[in-house]
């Protein structure tokens, strides 16, 4: 089945301890991106990446790191997790950039 | 500066009538224009997309017309079914040659379809 696959699904964490989530896609799709989802302002884009060992900045992408090493994989990586932080996250892929983009279940971040 | 605009934050309609759901922008750079629907507890999925050299793309039940003069783009869902109850996310991109993309994302727009 094809899909995109985030872990974990919830966490909570504090202040400071480091944390990945884990994207992953079974579909070769070149692109992929993460997204944050907050009250009342919607979907924000916070890294994509159109190729292996390509990334670019989304429009918020202060405070994460991401990589992709291999094209079915892109982790994102809070080096330092601070309370704004706590949101909604999305993975998604696509074949290309103007194709149709699949999401992930989406990972609850809670960081006290 | 909110350049995709979904000025409704939620919309009720009846079944079996149309919902029209609205979305304006302020970059004239944007020329790809997509919609999305969300479920709670889901990811978003696509629903439907316009490239910004039509003015209207249809799908089924759902149409898309896009209004370049005035910036505007609009998702008819005819007819609408208590199924479609969900946020719907207008998105733009812009895209400027080899990694110049920008994706923005409207704050959505929720849609109750009473039966």
């Known amino acids: 089945e094809a899909q995109v696959t985030q872990n974990p699904r919830y966490l909570i964490t504090v202040t400071g301890k480091k944390l990945t989530v884990t994207c992953s896609q079974n579909m070769n799709h070149e692109y992929m991106s993460w997204y944050r989802q907050d009250p009342g302002l919607g979907l924000r884009q916070i890294y994509y ?28 990586i809070l080096e330092s997790p601070s309370p704004n932080q706590t949101s909604l996250y999305f993975c998604a892929s696509s074949l290309w950039w103007r194709e149709t983009q699949y999401f992930g279940p989406g990972t609850r971040l809670l960081v006290l | ?11 009720s309609v009846q079944e079996g009538r149309i919902s029209i ?7 004239s750079m944007f020329d790809y224009f997509l919609w999305y629907k969300k479920y709670p507890a889901e990811g978003p999925t696509f629903l ?17 017309f896009l209004n370049k003069s005035a910036k505007h783009l609009s998702l008819h869902i005819v007819p609408s079914q208590p199924g479609d109850s969900a946020v719907y996310f207008c998105a733009a991109i812009e895209y400027s040659g080899g990694s110049n993309y920008k994706l923005t994302f409207g704050k959505g727009t929720l849609l109750t379809v009473n039966p």
């Not at chain 2, 759901?21 to 970059?27: A, G, H, I």
């Open chain 1, 49 to 76: 990446s159109m190729n292996v060992e390509v990334t670019d900045k989304g429009d918020v992408p202060e405070g994460y790191k991401v990589s992709r090493k291999e094209k079915r994989n892109f982790p994102l």
């Open chain 2, 1 to 11: 500066d909110q350049q995709v605009k979904q000025n409704s934050p939620s919309l």
């Open chain 2, 21 to 27: 759901l609205n979305c304006d922008y302020t970059n």
């Open chain 2, 48 to 64: 439907i997309s316009i490239s910004s050299i039509k003015d209207k793309n249809e799908d089924g039940r759902f149409t898309v």
